[in-house]
């Protein structure tokens, strides 16, 4: 484990030395090991590889802190499973090889939305249908196909046509590949019926626990949880080594963050406010049924409004508390009206592409606000 540890030293050191600017060129091995570790920071709008990096370290912490009952564990990642590991793996190989597919779509220096696969339908289907070499190859397999060209297909013909955010089509176009996997991954006969995989895992022995209430840091550390949920993750080390891995690189090279547009620090700041109200106000729906999608305006319409009104304060306030208060109730309906057999995040990202198309135009209406 140590070893593991300090590659993933060096790959942060490695990530910070360079720019992650892979063109699509499969020769270009570096290049695109440096692209897939911004892209994993990708879903926060942070794209450098020493978040993504720092982020993949805070999750093995977290996973090995589960299995070892630390008291400082956290929340449970990959959806409360504990198999971090293979949803992770598959969330992983499927951005690769979804990479490898569409990369040429890259050339010129063009972006796309090729991080897509790694926080929908791979991680999906390994947390539904458990682990297992077949269930890991479908997943990664079904994200890097369908759902790269659903997100770039979305993002190209509704999203640059009409001027909204390029994350309304990037989560669309992960809802639509979901609904795909999901109505096809029961019919491969290879595939067992989900959530039966529970019943024959080995239970993780009991650990110590933090009290059951949720008093002010519980609502602190869900936050700070939710700022990682977008990956599957949900842990209080993953998403602290996240946020870290990024400051580290506003230290050193800030024009390298969100897309060179400068906003680092506005981004993160509309991020908390947003995570720590949308706790704040369903905390009671959290104690009912144990999970509640606050981390959804994070990850979309708060940095959506950043990005589109150049920092400004007001729509930057009033997107993160109108999204803390209207995207989590909006993915908790979505989510459950799904049919059987579908995974929840569907009606998440759905929400994320519904709320962001919706409330970010609005904001033009703020006095003195303009694009």
Known sequence: MTVVFAALAGATVW???????????????PGLARWVLAATSEPQFYAVGS???LLLAGGLVGHLAHRRGWYLQGFVQACGTGIWPWVAGAALLSVVLGALAWGTTLTGGAWQPL???LVSVAPAVV???????RVFLTGAVSGALLVPPAAIGLVTWVCTPLGLPPVVGATGGMALAGTAAFLVCPR?????????????TP???????????????????????????????????????????ALLTYATSPESLSYGSGRFVTILSGQLLTVVTGVVVWRRRWRTAGFYPTFVPAVSLVPAAVLTYH??????????????????PTAAAISGRLPAGFHPFVGNVAAMSICTALIVPSLTVLPGVQK
């Open 203 to 245: 239970a993780v022995p009991a650990a110590r626990r933090r009290p059951a209430g949720q008093g002010p840091v519980w609502v602190l550390r869900r936050a700070l949880a939710d700022l990682s949920e977008a990956q599957f993750f949900g842990n209080e080390w993953a998403s602290a080594a996240l946020v870290i891995g």
């Open 51 to 53: 978040a993504g990096t």
């Open 127 to 133: 947390a539904l249908y458990g682990p297992g070499l």
């Open 188 to 200: 491969l006969r290879w595939m067992p019926a989900p959530w039966t995989w529970r019943s024959v």
């Open 15 to 29: 990530a910070l030395s360079g720019r992650a600017g892979w063109q699509g060129d499969h020769r270009d091995v």
């Open 311 to 328: 920092g400004a304060l007001v729509p930057t306030v009033v997107a993160a508390l109108a999204g803390a208060l209207v995207a989590p």
């Open 115 to 117: 991080f897509a696969p």
